[in-house]
């Protein structure tokens, strides 16, 4: 079995010889003779987004310098480079990885690593582009990993310095996911499938409320519990909305249904 010396080189080579990914910059490298010094050209090399250069040198210090407190945070490093470059489930791994070695490690316990998974996946989240289906209408797998990992992170992480981005982070997530909620709930209901479309709104409602679809998700699900025979969860979920939303045109729509469910 490889060591993880030799698996934190290949990772690095791995990230030197891909073509994809964010800007890489030249690669071109220049040892020093202790951990500090390259540790320090590593972090410099990311800030100018020379991907490839530090790696390299986190690479070198892992190689070289095994004992040194740098050996430790070139690993997390090397996920920065990873992201950086936008391979992001590589960065994944990466900050996983660290999270598993070193639990007790600063940059874990300040949120950093865990908040940089939850990153990693909303960089993943689709584009809107016009030539393609809106970005609600795809898979939405790496949209629900984002929202995973950032609400996991919110409640670990409490007093984290990166909660606020977090923050933003998941409330684009969550009305991503209820638009994508809202997509099939619609698709059901106009393929005459309403109890795929009660489903849907319950979901939508349950995960996703205060994203703005509540009034619409309301009104359609009590039409769609109508038209299951289950008026007694029609009736209350019109007066929920008449209740939460009486402004909104949807809840004049929900007062005369009522009125026509008592009639």
Known sequence: ????????????????????????????????VSATQNYTKGTKALQDKDWIAGAKYFAFIKARFPYSKYAVLSELRLADAEFGAGHYLQAVDG??????????????????????????YYKMLPDDFWLLPPSWEKDQSAT???????????????????????????????????QHEWYVAKFYWKRKKPMGTVLRLRRLLDRYAGTNFDPDALWLLGRAYVKVGMTKRAKTTWQKLVKNHPKHKRAGEARAALSNLSG
């Open 144 to 178: 629900s990993d984002a929202g995973r990992e950032l609400s996991a992170f919110m409640i670990k992480y409490k007093t984290s310095p990166f909660v606020p981005k977090a923050l933003k982070m998941l409330k684009r997530v969550k009305t991503r996911l209820a």
């Open 95 to 120: 900050y996983k990885q660290f999270k598993k070695f070193h639990p007790t490690h600063q940059m874990v316990t300040n949120g950093y690593a865990g908040f940089r998974i939850g990153e990693a």
């Open 1 to 32: 079995m490889l060591s993880r010396n030799a698996l934190i080189a290949g990772f690095a080579l791995a990230l030197a010889t891909s073509s994809c990914g964010g800007k890489v910059g030249t690669g071109q490298v220049t040892y020093s």
